[in-house]
């Protein structure tokens, strides 16, 4: 038998953080009487958000967080969000606001969260916390990101000086996740869709982090043997079935790891949110 890439399993080790947060929540409640509240304000109702939205509900309901989703009507104004979010950040039981994206066409998504308070701001977006990431300061930082580096070290035991490879650019995956890979040593190549040898450039990589939204765009051939692999890709096919952007079949003869789609970064990225949640509590609140 040919061999195989360890396929890490982001389901069993978002279910253990999540565990543990809950812990901590439970805690909180016994010593002080307080329930962290994490707000998601979700405008019109693209079917995908609603999935996520209800699932990170769900999630935050067994560990005994307050979640609250405020959903809003497609037509719903720029002004009347902007109001939305004003009561938000003045109501001292909301610890954490995330507005789904991406937002309808005639909201303008940066004035959107340059309105939310960067202490409760948890998907870390703001450029506040922006810049704090990129400034090496402690912040709240993007989840997705913060979930693919836990991935990375549960099969890495040090990064420093490898070489990483992220392919994408987006404020919410690529830039944050690179500045994560740089605050951990790696020698950090950032690739979109203007590089001009993507393949040979993701063969450099110790640590590929695909975020790009584009199924099965990185073949097995693009991959450094034993490389270690982060598909953040989402992306669902005619047939319904989500697949990520790598080709798993290929990919996981010649990784040394490899996260699945479904399974991988995505149930990371849910508890991630939850510790950002409580990151938040104890920075505002004690
Ligand atoms: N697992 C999870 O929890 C999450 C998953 N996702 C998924 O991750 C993927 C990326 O999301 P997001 O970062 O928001 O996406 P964006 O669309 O914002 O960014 C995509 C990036 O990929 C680059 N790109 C596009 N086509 C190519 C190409 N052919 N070759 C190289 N680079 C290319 C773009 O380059 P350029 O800048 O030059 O246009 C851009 O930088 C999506 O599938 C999304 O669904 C997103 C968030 C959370
Ligand atoms: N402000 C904002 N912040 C986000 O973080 C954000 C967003 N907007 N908009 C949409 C994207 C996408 N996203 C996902 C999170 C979890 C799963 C997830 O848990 N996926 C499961 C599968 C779920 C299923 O089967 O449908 C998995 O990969 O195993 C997927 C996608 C967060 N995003």
């Known amino acids: 038998m040919a061999e195989q890439a360890l396929i890490i399993d982001g389901k069993a080790a978002a279910a253990s953080l999540r565990a543990e ?3 901590e929540v439970a805690a909180i ?3 002080r009487g307080l329930v962290p509240g994490l707000h998601v304000v979700l405008v019109g109702d693209d079917p995908a958000s609603r999935v996520y939205v209800a699932s990170k509900e769900k999630l935050a309901a067994e560990i005994g967080m307050s979640s609250v989703a405020h ?5 719903t104004s720029e002004a009347e969000l902007l109001a939305k979010l004003a009561e938000l950040n003045a109501d001292d039981s909301v610890d954490g606001i995330l507005v789904q994206l991406p937002l309808p066409k005639h909201i303008d998504t940066g004035r959107v969260i340059d ?3 960067p202490a409760k701001d948890v998907d870390g977006l703001h450029p506040i916390n922006a810049g704090r990431l990129a400034g090496g300061k402690p912040g709240l930082v993007p ?3 913060l979930g693919s580096m836990l991935l990375v070290k549960s099969v890495l035991p040090s990064l420093s000086g490898l070489e990483a490879v992220v392919v994408g650019r987006s404020e919410l995956v690529g830039r944050p996740v690179a500045q994560l ?3 951990a040593d790696c020698t950090v190549t950032i690739a979109h869709s203007r590089t001009r040898d993507l393949a040979a450039t993701c063969r450099r990589a110790d640590i590929l982090i695909a975020a790009v939204g584009r199924p099965g765009l990185v073949k097995g051939d693009w991959i450094k043997p034993g490389a270690t692999v982060i598909d953040v890709g989402i992306n669902r096919l005619p047939d319904g079935k989500l697949t990520g952007d790598v080709d798993f079949a290929e990919a996981v003869k010649v990784a040394g790891a490899i996260t ?6 995505g149930p990371m990225t849910i508890a991630c949110l939850l510790r950002n949640t409580l990151t938040a509590f104890h920075a505002r609140r004690g």
């Open 21 to 23: 947060i809950g812990l």
């Open 29 to 31: 409640k016994a010593r």
């Open 71 to 75: 959903r809003l009507p497609a037509e």
């Open 115 to 117: 309105a939310i308070d």
């Open 143 to 145: 989840c997705t990101p």
């Open 181 to 183: 890979l740089l605050q």
């Open 260 to 265: 699945p789609v479904p399974g991988g970064v």
